[in-house]
Each structure stands twice: as C-alpha cells, then as structure tokens.
C-alpha cells in the first residue's frame, strides 16, 4: 500500500531502469529542467516522461516549438510510446508554438511568455512540457525568462508539475546559472561516442525530495521501431 502511494505524488518515466536513476520518478511539483544541446535527446525523454504520466493517468499538456500534432503522435508512436488513446480521451493535448517567419519585437516575445503562463492557468491539465524555452531567448532578456521561471515556480507551488527543455548555448552562464538554481530538478544531457555510434548520456545533478538516492548518470539511445533503449554502463564506458 505505501509503495502506491508513494507512486502517486511521482510521475513515472514508464522504464523501471530511469525510474531508477531518478530516485523513483519525478515528485510532483517540481520544476524540472532538462539542458542539452541539439541531438542530445531531451524531447526525446520528455516524450518518455509523458508516456509514463499518461499511464499513471496524468492530463498533460505539451507546448512544442518543434511538432506539430500530428508529427508529435507520429513521432511518440515511432519511440514505441503510443499515446494515441490517452489523445483521444483528452488526457493528452498538444499546443503547437510555431513562429517560423514571424518577425517578432521584444515586446510581443516578452507578451508570449506571459501568454504561455496564462493559457497553462486556464486549462485543466498540471503536468507541463515547455520544448523547447530556447526559441523565446533571442526576443526575451534575461529579466523576462526569470520573471517568466517565478511565474511557473509559482504553479508549481499550487500543484503543478512543469518540464521545460533549454539549449545552454543560448543562455549567458551567470543566467544559466541562476535558471539552474530556480529549479527542483536538473537534468543534463549530452552525447558521447560509443565505438561506431552516439549514444545520449543523462546526468542527473539534483532531485529535490526524490524518494530515493538518485543514480547519476543513464546512458541511452533512440531505436527506430523500438524506442528508447538503456544502455549498461559497463557498454557505456567502452
């Protein structure tokens, strides 16, 4: 009985051995963030964390500045994550943020920020994806993304869990640096070479109130047809 509920203030990743390197899952709540360069797999993982919180029966959210909603569920049912049912019910909806060819001033990105932060007030889901919060650097300044992060800490502090992705190239470091210390959760993820092909490694920096200890690193690879495939460390260090 404890384990279950303990399983319901996490949300689970849906693969027992992330879960693991997590302390368990994500505890509800929390802001996470999940920093990587291009490639390196973070939609990736925030598509396996939705398919976990979709099977504990999480209405989710996702904000994508990459997908449509239709290459999003085509890419999640490629992963092997079909989510199409979840979908249907209306436990899953996708807001596409698309603003290829739009020229924008400061002042309307600075607007978007606040409208992301209002339209997540108005609907009835609590679990949030942000991917990716890169897009709105080059029009916001560093003022607008803290005051935008306080504005999604404070959701948080009502009950919502939020994910939001970031590519660190497009942050100043000090920014970075306090963007980092503004979230419960940080997740880094970066590739590296394993003899004849890339691999995406996890490093997993902190876990406020994680249920366990967390593992530090998880190695991983995206499979076409299967998905997302943990690699042993023992491989991982070849």
Known sequence: MGESEDKKNIISSGNDEIDKKLGEG???GSLVLIE???DTGKS??????????LNQLHRIAYYSTENTVKSMLAQMDSLSLDISDFYSWGYFRIFPVHLEGVEWTSEQMKGTLHLVTTHIKSIRE???FIDSLTM??????????????????N????GYTIFITLHQHAFKEDTLVRIRSSCDCHLFLRKEQLTDRYISVMEVSKIRGAKKSTG???????QPGFGLK??????AKV
């Open 26 to 28: 994500i505890p509800l």
């Open 216 to 222: 530090n690193i998880v190695s991983f690879e995206v």
């Open 36 to 38: 990587g360069e291009n």
């Open 126 to 128: 609590k679990v949030i």
């Open 155 to 158: 959701l948080c502090d009502k």
């Open 136 to 153: 709105f650097t080059t029009y916001s300044d560093e003022d607008n993304i803290l005051e935008f992060l306080t504005s999604l800490k």
């Open 230 to 235: 943990i690699i042993p460390i023992s491989q």
């Open 44 to 53: 990736v993982f925030c598509q396996q964390m939705t398919y976990g919180g």
